[in-house]
Structures are given as C-alpha cells and as structure tokens.
C-alpha cells in the first residue's frame, strides 16, 4: 500500500475523531486563557495520553498544538492580552479593530489567516520532510552533534535577556541530562543511590513542572486584579470581498515568512508573527494603518505564525531536534510510544508524516469551524476568575505526572521543578534551553563522544556540513549583543551631536 | 506602532506576555542567577569524583561529560557576573511579586505537600475534592459554588479520566 494512502487511513479509527475532537476543544479553551500556554498543555496532556496508542495519542498532542493557536487570538484581539506568546503580533492590530467596533471581522478573519497559515505549514510538512530525513541520513557523529549545539543555540538566541543566561540554562539542561546511567558503560552517574534516577531525570515530570507548575506558581506570586474588560461589541463578522482582496499579499507574506521561521530550530509562533507583521507593513500600500486596526497586519501575523507549525514539526520529525519547545515537549511522548524522530524515523516508516499531516489537516478543519461559531461564547471564559484555573492545572499536572508511571517519586520532581522553574522566571532565566538540553544531553554526548573516538577534533573540523553548522549556530549567538551594541553606540552618537548643537544654539 | 505587551520570545509562558509592571534589572538579580550557577557548577565538580572511573572500555571515562560541562557553567557564571556588574542593563524586569502572593503562594506548597500525605491514608477521590476546597480557598475563591461544587466536578470528572477510562491505580 502506498504511504500515502496507509497514513491517512490509520486516521479512519473512531478513536482518532474522538480524540481530534477532545484535543482542539482543550486547545481552544487552553489557547483562550491568558496564561495557558500550548507547551504548558501539551505537556499536560503527555500525562494521560501515553496510555493511548501513538497514533490517538499524537491526535490529542498535535490538535492542541494545531487549535492553542486559534484560541489564543481570542484574548489578544477582545483584551489587548496574547493568549499565548505566538499570538503577539495579533494584539498590534486586533485590539484596534475591536475599539473600532470590528472584533467580529478581526476574529474571524484571524481564523481565517491562522488555518490558512496552518495549511501553508502543513503543505511544507508533506513536501519536505522525507527528503530533509534522507538527507540527514547522510550525517555522521560529527554532524549530528553539530546539529544539536545548533538546536541548543537556536533556542538560546532567541530566548530574549543575556545570552550568558541563556548559555547557562542550556549547560545545565545538558548536566541534567547527564543524570543516570553513562550511554556506553553504563556506570552510575547522580544518581545518589536513588533507583528512579537510574533512568535519568523523568522527562515528562521535569516539563510539567517547568512550564505548568512554574507558570502557575508565577501567576499567583504576582497576580493583580485585571482593570481591562472584554470588547463586548462585535459588528460584522464575515470578511468581504474586498476585505479577502486586501488579505491576498499578507496572506502570501505570512505563509512564506512563518515556514522560513518554522523550519529554523527552537523558534516558534511568536517570532514569525513580528517579523512577518513587519515584512506586510513595508510592503503594504497603507503602512500607516498598521498598529492602528489594520486587516493586512492581522492577516500577515496570524497567517506567519500559524504557518510556523509544519515548519516545526518537520524540523522535529526529520533531523531530531525540537523545531519549537512544543515539540520539545511533544519528542518526550513519542519516544515512550517508540516513535524516535530523526533522520531514520520516515524511511522506517513513511506513512507516519502522511498520519500526521492528515492529522494536523482534521485539527485545523475542525478547529476554523469551532472558532467561526463558538467565538463569543469564549467571551464569558475570559471573565472567569483565574482560582479556579490555577486549582485545575494543580491538581491535573500532579495527577497527570503521577499517572506517566504510577509514581509519587515523579510528582515530586514535579514539584522541585515547579520551584526551580519559579526561581529561574524570577531571575530572567529562560527554562526552554534547558529541557532541550535535558532533551538532548545524551544525543550531544553520545555523538560527541564518537566522533572525538573515530578521529579527535579533526573529524569534526574536516566535516564541511559540521563546520557549516556550528559557524552559524555561533553566529547566532554572537551577532544579536553586537548588533544591540552598535545599536547603542550609534544613539548614543546621535544623542551626543544632538546635546552638542542644542549647546551652540544656546551659546 | 504596538500598545501590546511584548513578551520575551520563545514560548517560555504567557505570564511574560501578561501585562505588568516594569522596573529596571537590578545587579542583584543578574549576580543570583551567576552566584547560583557557580554553586552548582562547584558542586557538580565534587560529585563527578565520585562517580566510577569504569573499565576504560573507551578512551573517555564517564566522568568527562559533566566534568566538561560543570567547568563550562563555572567559566559562564563568572562572565555573567563580570558582564553584569560592568553593565547592568536596563531591559523588563519580571512583574513584582505582591505580599499577598508570596503568602498564597508559601501555602499552596504547604497544601500540596499535606495532599501528599493525605492522599497515603484517605481515598483519592475524597482528599482530592478536599485538596480542591483548600486551593480554591487560598487562591480566593468563596462561596459554596466554588468551594463545594467546583471540588466535587472536577474531582469527579479527573477520577472518570484517570481511574476509569485510563485505569490508573488511584
């Protein structure tokens, strides 16, 4: 049977449509929520779908990620807030249409953007990722540790605040995942004696932690009592013809820019919905409408970072390393379900990425349908008092981490990495660098390890794909604090001159 | 131009896309993170003596990874500390923790951890809906709806999640 045909049909399982159907309802809610975030839900949901088979499995994970990123437009566009940081860029114009009176087209239109924007992703998905794979495939010890400090410095790059921090985070990722048993022989490592440690950190209790209880931990530490009502009046809902005129050159610009961005390690929604938001705006015959309610700003933002989602998991799936920390989180789940993403996993087994595109196509279907109907029923969620949020995600995250493997011993890391995760939030220290570090730690070891034991250094300073690599995963890291430092010198100049001629006129 | 918050990018939680307060970095808060990681990267340093030398079946013993890696988060502590106190920048703080917070906060930890031994000797099902009174309670929330109906719904549709439809031994 051809792939193709064998990877959709596995999705015909009554399961499957139940589990489409649980997980964009859950998206959306999580989505709609400010403070909820995709990655936070996903690694919720690891706790209770690893008793599913993969494939229903991977259609509750994959629709969450899939609707989280219609739902999050909800509260960028009604109040000013992003439901999650991929929906940023929608509150620059969205907010705006709902002052005016247009929170009706703004939604829609949004939906609209964003599962075209998904489809765009999807399409990359299906197109690149068995060639990527096969390519990869070609890749040594050497490379494949290249691609992993890549990954790492991706995500470093763009996590915002010092790069030193940043750098930090990541190396004690890597230190966590050097917890347990050594990868070739097998000797003890922190493990203090404690038997649950000799299988390494638990993965699935360290996200929830970090990222769920970490986030709610943070909320209740500073929450203050919101002053912004929800945008109650809607006007038109349905886009125009012309209004679908005015969307066609963002629409274009979002989906090409949110591939490009999707497909680069570790970044995600947020990054490519600013950049394209720019990118419409230069190009745009009405530049001064953007910021100011502007449909082709909204278009281009939610189109961009809803595109980014197959780039991602194409990154993921073929090469093995998180296109965004969704997917970080998301590898943790497949590897128990004996799914290992990397350049192996398509020839293996082709029709998995026609399973997953399939999947992701259902999610998005399913999820516009839900946004075109449902949006003002949202309305009323964002009025809802956060306690009883955060007494939900609690309780569900300890009962979620207990569940992975019937432990207490993983609830407990739970809740040191809820702490840690609070302590680093606190002290601007981004934690996505460290699970893909605990992520990755063995893989970069592992391949490290072999490339200096086939041939030292040389190996990986003759492998022209390695050097390649790793020159530009320094470049990441190098060029934005030099930039900003130029940035700084050149307004400093400027303010300079500027004191020196107010200075003569005075004279 | 934007009036919306701009969080840090890289989905590390909405909270930083959460408006708030901003003040400017303190060298405090730049000097914790690196006194921190100089603390651990030491620490990591003393424990890798102990781990078993093996049996040289490769030319790398298991001790050189971490040992590599805690001498490296050693060499960044001390340059983010140089960095910090030479230029503290002044870019967005996290938003300010309030005294009502920090209380809430220092309680939910204590209740978790007294769910804990709870949950040892009563039923899940009741110690559960107890466990979702108290949080409720101490997050704010009053009234019989969310201090008797809310516990019971939600324990009722977690213990249908986890302990029917997923048989996990509760």
Redesign the interface.
């Known amino acids: 049977m051809s792939p193709i045909v064998e990877g959709f049909s596995a999705l015909l399982d009554p399961t499957v449509a139940l589990c489409v159907l649980a997980g964009a309802v859950l998206g959306m809610l999580v989505g709609a929520f400010?403070?909820?975030?995709?990655?936070?839900a996903v690694a919720l949901a690891s706790g209770?779908t690893l008793?599913l088979d993969p494939i229903p499995g991977l259609a509750v994970l994959l629709t969450i990620y899939v609707s989280a990123n219609f739902g999050d437009r909800v509260p960028?566009i009604l109040v000013?807030?992003?439901?999650?940081?991929?929906s940023?860029?929608t509150?620059?114009d969205g907010?705006?249409m709902a002052k005016q009176g247009r929170a009706g087209l703004a939604l829609t239109s949004s939906a609209f953007a964003s599962a075209i924007g998904t489809v765009v992703g999807v399409v990359l998905l299906m197109v690149a990722a068995i060639p990527l794979s096969r390519l990869a495939l070609q890749f040594g010890p050497a490379e494949m540790f290249a691609l992993v400090v890549f990954g790492l410095t991706m995500?470093i790059g763009?996590?915002?605040?010092?790069i030193?921090?940043g750098?930090?985070a990541g190396?004690?990722g890597?230190?966590l995942g050097?917890v347990g048993r050594?990868p070739?022989?097998g000797?003890?490592?922190?493990t203090f004696g404690i038997p649950e440690l000799s299988e390494g950190v638990p993965f699935i209790a360290a996200i929830i932690g970090l990222?769920g209880i970490?986030?709610v931990?943070?909320?209740?530490?500073?929450?203050?009592p919101s002053k912004v009502k929800p945008i109650t009046q809607f006007g038109k809902w349905f886009p125009t013809r012309e209004d679908w005129r005015e969307m066609g050159k963002p629409l274009v610009i979002g989906g090409g820019v949110g591939s490009v961005v999707g497909a680069v390690p570790?970044?995600?929604?947020?990054?490519a919905g600013?950049i394209a938001w720019d990118q419409a705006r230069r190009r745009s015959k009405r530049p001064e409408r953007f910021?100011k309610g502007s449909l082709e700003g909204i278009t281009a933002a939610d189109t961009s970072s809803n595109a980014t989602l197959g780039g991602s998991l194409t990154t993921t799936l073929s090469l093995g390393i998180p296109g965004?920390?969704?997917m970080a989180v998301m590898i943790g789940s497949m590897v128990i379900w004996g799914i290992q993403p990397g350049p192996s996993l398509f020839t293996g087994s082709p029709e998995l990425v026609y399973s997953i595109a399939g999947l992701m196509l259902v999610a998005t279907v399913l999820t516009l349908g839900i946004s075109l109907l449902r949006m003002r029923g949202v309305v009323k969620l964002l009025e809802l008092?956060?306690?009883?949020l955060?007494?939900?995600v609690?309780?569900?995250c300890?009962?979620?981490t207990?569940?992975v493997n019937?432990n207490?011993f993983d609830?407990g890391v739970m809740?040191v990495f809820g702490?840690v995760g609070l302590?680093?939030?606190?002290?601007?220290?981004?934690?996505?660098p460290i699970v893909l570090g605990l992520l990755l730690g063995e893989l970069a070891?592992g391949n490290?390890?072999r490339a200096?034991?086939i041939g030292g250094v040389g190996n990986i300073a003759t492998s022209p794909i390695a050097v390649a690599i790793l020159t530009v995963s320094v470049l990441a890291l190098v060029v934005p604090p030099l930039r900003e430092g130029l940035r700084r010198r050149r307004s400093a100049r400027a303010a300079d001159t500027e004191t020196a001629r107010s200075g003569e006129h005075v004279g | 131009m934007p009036a919306a918050p701009i969080p840090a990018p890289g989905e590390s939680g909405a909270a930083e896309a959460a408006p708030g307060p901003s003040r400017p970095r303190s060298r405090l808060r730049e000097l914790v993170p690196a006194l921190a990681g100089l603390a651990l990267g030491l620490a990591v340093l003393v424990l890798t003596a102990q781990i078993p030398e093996g049996a040289g079946l490769t030319g790398f013993s298991p001790r050189w990874w971490p040992e590599g890696l805690a001498l490296l988060l050693i060499v960044l502590s001390v340059v983010h500390a140089a960095l910090s106190w030479a230029r503290p920048g002044a870019g967005e703080a996290p938003s300010e923790a309030t005294r009502t917070g920090a209380l809430r906060l220092v309680s939910l930890v204590l209740t978790i951890l007294g769910y804990g031994v709870l949950w040892y000797f009563i039923d899940f099902r009741v110690s559960t809906v107890v466990l979702f009174a108290a949080l409720t309670y101490l997050t704010g929330g009053r009234g019989w709806k969310a201090l008797l109906v809310f516990p019971v719904v939600t324990t009722g549709v977690l213990y249908l999640l986890f302990g029917v439809l997923l048989r996990v031994p509760l």
């Open positions: 400010p403070g909820l975030t995709a990655t936070m209770f008793a960028a000013n807030t992003p439901g999650t940081p991929a940023i860029a509150t620059f907010y705006a995500m763009v996590s915002g605040g010092r030193t921090k750098l930090m190396v004690l890597l230190l050097a050594d070739i022989t000797a003890a490592r922190f990222f970490a986030e931990f943070e909320q209740v530490l500073t929450h203050r570790a970044t995600g929604g947020d990054i600013i910021g965004d920390s969704v008092p956060p306690h009883f955060w007494a939900v609690l309780v569900f300890m009962v979620g207990y569940a019937n207490v609830v809740l702490l302590f680093l939030r606190r002290f601007g220290v981004p934690p996505g070891e490290l390890r200096l034991e």
